[in-house]
């Protein structure tokens, strides 16, 4: 994967006035990317996805996800630091995470440009998420950023090997 700053609709990269690149992932940002992940996770659902699903997590349990996915993944290094992340799965930005000091900056529509850049690099024409029914605020963005809610529907949200919780989402795609 290259590394190289990403130039975001209405702005270049830098957020403001700090440096920021997009760059693949590698093991040292692995602990970092749980430190937002986890708290990210719980602010955007939180009272919108079943207890079964919160209890499965934790701070720790995101560690052996980040370790799988750590070549899909990417992050936006603000000034050194990591600051938010993307992980895309085929057509999917699977996740989706910023740092909340850097929340509001510019930096999670730079990642999601990114990503749906990448996404149609692999030859995937429609790039699409999935956002938990009740997380008004996260489909906001995504509308803002040019993103269609295509509907609800079921998501598999996985709980360990081969087990998973229903959850009801907004499926947004980037058309066109």
Same mark, same amino acid.
């Given at each position: 994967?290259?590394?190289?700053?990403?130039?975001? =609709?209405?702005?270049?990269?830098?957020? *403001?006035?700090?440096?920021?690149?997009?760059? =693949?992932? %590698?093991?040292?940002?692995?602990?970092?990317?749980?430190?937002?992940?986890?708290? @990210?996770?719980?602010? !955007?659902? $939180? !009272?919108?996805?079943?207890?079964?699903? +919160?209890? /499965?997590?934790?701070?720790?349990?995101?560690?052996?996800? +980040?370790? %799988? *996915?750590?070549?899909?993944?990417?992050?936006?290094?603000?000034? !050194?630091?990591?600051? @938010? &992340?993307? +992980?895309?799965?085929?057509?999917?930005?699977?996740?989706?995470?910023?740092?909340?000091?850097?929340?509001?900056? @510019?930096?999670?529509?730079?990642?999601? %440009?990114?990503?749906?850049?990448? +996404?149609?690099? *692999?030859? /995937?024409?429609?790039?699409? $998420?999935?956002?938990?029914?009740?997380?008004?605020?996260?489909? /906001?963005? #995504?509308?803002?950023? !040019?993103?269609?809610?295509?509907?609800? &529907?079921? #998501?598999? *949200?996985?709980? @360990?090997?081969? %087990?998973?919780? =229903?959850?009801?989402?907004?499926?947004?795609?980037?058309?066109?």
């Amino acid at each position: 994967m290259e590394e190289s700053p990403l130039q975001h =609709p209405g702005g270049d990269a830098s957020v *403001a006035g700090m440096a920021t690149r997009i760059r =693949p992932a %590698t093991a040292a940002d692995s602990e970092r990317i749980a430190e937002i992940w986890a708290p @990210g996770w719980r602010d !955007g659902h $939180l !009272g919108h996805v079943p207890d079964e699903l +919160i209890a /499965h997590r934790s701070l720790e349990a995101f560690g052996p996800r +980040i370790e %799988t *996915a750590l070549a899909r993944t990417r992050v936006a290094d603000v000034d !050194g630091a990591v600051a @938010g &992340f993307t +992980i895309v799965d085929g057509a999917e930005v699977d996740q989706l995470y910023v740092d909340a000091a850097h929340r509001g900056t @510019g930096v999670a529509a730079q990642l999601l %440009t990114d990503a749906a850049r990448r +996404i149609r690099e *692999a030859g /995937h024409p429609t790039p699409w $998420l999935a956002v938990a029914t009740g997380n008004a605020r996260a489909r /906001h963005f #995504y509308e803002r950023e !040019g993103w269609s809610d295509a509907g609800e &529907f079921t #998501y598999p *949200a996985e709980t @360990g090997p081969g %087990t998973s919780v =229903p959850v009801s989402c907004h499926r947004m795609e980037l058309r066109g």
